[in-house]
């Protein structure tokens, strides 16, 4: 199989979006938590075991999809339906984290049930972009470690730029549920992207 150059652009700026997107909104999970929760170490710890259990899931999602539709078109759907979920939150984050406090309090059970309403969905869907792109970009097993790498390295600096640019510049100067329409409209985009007309994997 051969792929594009074009698509392989895509495919790796994605992954950068993505992987930024992905743990900005984990950092601003915590807006929608603490003030019902609180910031105890309790909290954090619901939010980063959400986020581990959310990446492996979407992982072995990923690998399972890996052997029926390892499309660009696939990535792109999982993209747009996490991004759809994100603009929901903010008008739907509150009702059901008092909802949670009320029946429930301020417990592990409280903070970890909420933070898989907040988070579970649509990171499970993110994480399934990483398995999918290695398959989409690697023509030859002999090649396959050096584009995982890529992949997941790609991803990771993400990772790094959304943690510290959500928690340093966005968070202190923009309102938490617009930050969420940022990042919905951002996934959207990248969403978009992957659906452009590109060199597709020919057989």
Partial sequence: MTTSR???????ACAFIVGSVLMGFEMLGSRY?????????????????T???????GYFAGSAIVDRHPSQRT???SILVAAAYLAL???????????????LGDGPSATLLASTVLLLVPLTLLGTFSPIAVS??????????????????VSTVGNVVGTLLTTFTLIPTIG???????????LACCAGILLLPTGRPKP
Wanted: charged share 10%.
């Fill in 6 to 12: 074009l698509l392989s652009f895509y495919i790796y």
């Fill in 33 to 49: 938590l603490f003030p019902y929760f609180g910031g105890s170490i309790g909290t954090w710890a619901s939010l980063i075991s």
């Fill in 51 to 57: 986020v581990l259990c959310a990446l492996a899931i």
């Fill in 75 to 77: 990535i792109a759907v």
């Fill in 89 to 103: 939150v903010p008008a739907s984050a509150d009702p059901i984290m008092s909802e949670i406090l009320d029946t």
């Fill in 136 to 153: 989409i970009l690697t023509r030859s097993g002999s090649e396959a470690g050096r584009i995982a790498g890529l992949v997941y390295g």
């Fill in 176 to 186: 938490s549920r617009a930050i969420t329409y940022y990042f919905a409209a951002t």
